[in-house]
C-alpha cells in the first residue's frame, strides 16, 4: 500500500527527523520525502498503516500533512 501527503516540510533535516520517527511507528515501511516538489510530498509504502495517524503523528511535530488526492 502506497500513500502520498502534502506537508509542509521545508528542510531535509526536518525530513529525516519525521522519517526517523515515523519508522518507529511504522518499522517495515519505506518513508520518504520530495522536497523538490512543490506539495513537499511525504511518501509511504507499507503494508498497513492509518492515514489518520501519519496526520497525527505530523501535526505533533507541528507540520501540515494531508492525503494527496
Known sequence: MIEVFKTNVQEV???KMIVGKLLEHFP???I???LE???KILRINA???SNQKIIELLDSYGYECE???
Open 13 to 15: 533535516e526536518q525530513s
Open 28 to 30: 517495515n515501511s519505506a
Open 32 to 34: 520518504n520525502f520530495d
Open 37 to 39: 516538489d512543490c506539495d
Open 47 to 49: 503494508s498497513s498503516f
Open 67 to 69: 492525503v494527496l488526492l
